[in-house]
């Protein structure tokens, strides 16, 4: 069973860039669908960003919030998806998480702990 660890998180000011990393182990980010999701203080936790696997086509799809700002992607040789996020904005700020699903939005993995993004005005 895949296990995904995300990082790449910290504390940035508005209209700043972060690229986020999910390293898998115990299987392959080619063959699975990968999701990232965020959750914000006192909200649910949401979709931002997934990419299915590549067998499927690598598609990509993006939450409205996420459009033109945010790109994911796959690095079959390093076993990582990345959110590169840029022109962030105060309510990007959440824990970022990344977990297997069933594409587009279907989870079908075990939450991490995931990586905090804070984003100030």
């Known amino acids: 069973q895949v296990q995904l660890v995300e990082s790449g998180g910290g504390l940035v000011q508005a209209g700043g860039s972060l690229r986020l990393s999910c390293a898998a182990s115990?299987?392959?980010?080619?063959?699975?669908?990968i999701g990232w999701y965020r959750q914000a203080p006192g909200k649910q936790r949401e979709l931002v960003a997934s990419?299915?696997?590549?067998?499927?086509?690598?598609?990509?799809n993006y939450a409205d919030s996420a459009k033109g700002r945010f790109t994911i992607s796959r690095d079959s040789a390093k076993n990582t998806v990345y959110l590169q996020m840029n022109n962030l904005k105060p309510e990007d700020t959440a824990v970022y998480y990344c977990?297997?699903?069933?594409?587009?939005?279907?989870?079908?993995?075990?939450w991490g702990q995931g990586t905090q993004v804070t984003v100030s005005s």
């Open positions: 977990n297997r699903v069933l594409f587009p939005a279907t989870v079908v993995g075990l």
């Open positions: 115990g299987s392959t980010v080619s063959t699975n669908a």
């Open positions: 990419i299915s696997s590549i067998t499927s086509g690598g598609r990509r």
